[in-house]
Nanobody
Framework: QVRVVESGGGSVQAGGSLTLSCVAS????????MRWHRQTPGNQREMVAQ???????WYADSVKERFTISRGDAKNTVYLQMSNLKPEDTGVYYC????????????????WGQGTQVTVSG
């Protein structure tokens, strides 16, 4: 079992900044990707950023130049630095960890956290 826990959400004025944190723990051999998704009111859940073990990054167009995903020094930790926040960024942000629980050919870890609320006003 892999447990994923997000933290760092909150309320902020438009133009402000927040940093979300995510820690994955449990039966992990290797995580090859950690992702941030969000669900905004009235919309489907969407991926906003990804960091891979190979060092590549991906961002949704709606957050490019404003959000930065980074891996922490602690193993299986990822952050999402959000700046110049807009009201349309309001939603629940979820962390998703993908990888392997043991050395094997096929990945078997696809775990999600409970989400953390981000509210941007103004």
């Amino acid at each position: 079992q892999v447990r994923v826990v997000e933290s760092g959400g909150g309320s902020v004025q438009a133009g402000g900044s927040l940093t979300l944190s995510c820690v994955a723990s449990g039966s992990i051999y290797m995580l090859n990707a950690m992702r941030w998704h969000r669900q905004t009111p009235g919309n489907q859940r969407e991926m906003v950023a990804q960091s891979t073990s190979g060092g590549s990054f991906w961002y949704a167009d709606s957050v490019k130049e404003r959000f930065t995903i980074s891996r922490g020094d602690a193993k299986n930790t990822v952050y999402l630095q959000m700046s110049n926040l807009k009201p349309e960024d309001t939603g629940v942000y979820y962390c998703n960890a993908l990888g392997y629980s043991r050395p094997q050919a096929r990945p078997d870890v696809d775990s999600w956290g409970q989400g953390t609320q981000v509210t941007v006003s103004g």
